[in-house]
């Protein structure tokens, strides 16, 4: 069993001989690559050990309980902490979402519901910027279009790690399972009867790119600019800030207003098309491997739901795992965890039934 583990671990010494050299860090890049693998290697090399060690521990207690049954007690523990560390072993081998240490950046979108869609996009970004807190991320506004009521049409927000994230444990490994529809249960704001209306808004989760994960040939995009609409303050409504970039071979289009320069809008953008395009490039790579990786609903439809906030029983209900729970107002206050844990075990355990 875990056969393959025995090149894993001449591959983490040999890294860690490369890493000891001086030379190595003469070239950033490749150092920080290194390091990355080196990172990812260890906690396999870890438990790998600390397996096999647990192994002779138990053939060593066997032999002591022949004479003395005392030790029969632990065995028993011995060989429940290596069942323990045999599962562990399972899923840190099972090939893992290499996104998974990147940042992101999310969009909200109002759609279906008019006004009281865009009220609760609004309620969506304020859960997800307080579970950002709760995790010590920091987050920056991209863009926005504010609804009359004080909600949101769209809004691109970029989610951050503070400092250097555990292998495999960015924002992304969290935050990718919120794409999707969310559809909410309640009595609008501007409704006088008193009745329970259903409306959705869309969310859409991707990697933060970084300049060496997409090349964007110049030549391809049509920058255009143009007078910024809304509220913004003195120079916002009065200058072509607003910039809209069309990425002509995906046909993709990404527009920003919200800075009152061009070029940081012109920036802004830059970084939202960078994502999408690393997004497209990684779902037609996993179809050309024909792998099942789950899709993000694109559309903001009702019936494609994945999750619908329930708030005349207080309850939360994620419909791809089957989750339910009845505190609805502490997940919108950011205590979205356990509901994001549920599709991190889902996800889990199909990678693992895959790879078996």
């Known amino acids: 069993m875990f ?4 090149e894993l671990i001449g591959e983490h010494a040999d890294l860690e001989r490369q890493l ?44 002591l309980a022949a004479e003395d049954p005392g030790f029969f007690d632990e065995v028993k523990e011995l060989e429940v902490r290596r069942e323990e560390l045999t599962e562990r072993l399972r899923l840190l081998l099972v090939p893992r ?43 920056e506004l991209i863009s926005s279009t504010e609804s009359d009521l004080g909600g949101y049409k769209d809004v691109q927000v970029a989610v951050k790690s503070r400092g250097d994230a ?54 391809d995009l049509r920058v255009d600019v143009y007078r910024s609409s809304g509220p913004g303050g003195q120079s916002v409504n009065t200058t072509d800030s607003a910039v809209r970039i069309t990425h002509e071979p995906s046909g993709i ?26 997004a497209a490039a990684q779902e037609e790579a996993e179809r050309e491997a024909s792998d099942a990786r789950r899709s993000q609903v694109r559309t903001v439809d009702r019936s494609e739901r994945v999750r619908t906030y329930n708030f005349p029983e207080n309850r939360i209900s994620d419909h791809r795992v ?29 990678r693992l039934a895959a790879a078996q």
């Open 322 to 350: 089957g989750f339910k729970a009845y505190n609805l107002d502490q997940v919108l206050a950011g205590e979205l965890d356990p509901v994001i844990q549920a599709c991190v075990d889902a996800d889990s355990a199909a």
């Open 166 to 219: 555990e292998p495999g444990q960015g924002v992304w490994a969290r935050l990718k399972y919120e794409g999707g529809v969310h559809r909410v249960q309640r009595v609008p704001a501007t409704e006088s009867q008193g009745r329970i209306h259903t409306s959705a808004a869309g969310v859409l989760v991707l990697p933060e790119a970084e300049d060496i994960d997409v090349e964007i040939a110049p030549n």
């Open 20 to 63: 000891a050299d001086p030379a190595i860090h003469a070239d950033q890049a490749a150092a920080r690559r290194l390091n990355k693998r080196y990172a990812e290697l260890t906690p396999v090399v870890s438990a790998y050990r600390e397996w096999k060690r647990t192994g002779e521990d138990i053939e060593t207690a066997r032999e």
């Open 3 to 6: 056969e393959a583990v025995e």
């Open 97 to 139: 979402d290499p996104s998974d240490d990147k940042d992101v950046i999310l969009e909200v979108k109002a759609g279906e519901g008019g006004d009281e869609s865009a009220l609760f996009a609004g309620d969506l970004l304020r859960m997800y910027l307080r579970y950002a807190e709760r995790n010590g991320w920091r987050t």
């Open 253 to 278: 289009v990404v527009s920003c207003q919200n800075e009152k320069s061009q070029l940081q809008n012109k920036e802004q953008a830059m970084r939202i098309l960078r994502a999408r395009l690393l």
